[in-house]
């Protein structure tokens, strides 16, 4: 919650919470020990502006960043959700420890702000086509695995996926379409089992 754009995310995700059906409660984090004593069962990590993320999340008032990697890395099984900038942190942690997605990115790959654009991604993870909005989006390369594909895009790779993270380099939160936070709901729902999902 340092930085980007996470408000909408929120507003996605309670809607996308009505819609299946399941209820949720959001627990922001901005300061490392935001993490301790909560039940946290799946994250979203918005898009925005890595470097700001980066130094406001490694500053000593935060230390989110460090200690969010660390707990993702130790529990794979938890539902990500990383959008653009947020996908940039997953596969470039820049911490000397293993990438959280297995892919790597080039960071501003469509050129400048007046570069964005929107179009049609097919994805598998919903089994159908998303409007993709593409803010100074970044780009993966090409070689990854094709079993850790899970959207396309005029031939681009746009979404990756790693245990249960999905690391996006659009912006689902921002078109009206719910589908990648119903589907995050839904995997942590699976991942706890038929108890309560929060
Ligand atoms: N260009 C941004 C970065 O490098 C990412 C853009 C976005 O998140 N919309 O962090």
Redesign the pocket.
Known sequence: MLQ??RHVHISSLNEASKDCGIPIKIVELRKSSDLLNQNIHALVI????????RLTGNSSNSLILPKLLDWLRKNPKIPVLG????A?LLSDPQDDKESLINASIN??AYGRQINSFQAVVETSLLNRSFPGI?????KFDSNISADNIVATCDGDIVGVRKHNRIALTF?PELSEDIGFHSWIIEQAKAVLGDSDAT
Do not use: K, L, Q, V
């Open positions: 980007g754009a918005p898009g925005g502006e890595s470097t700001t993320m959008t653009c900038a947020g940039i960071r501003n593409f803010i100074r989006a970044p912006h």
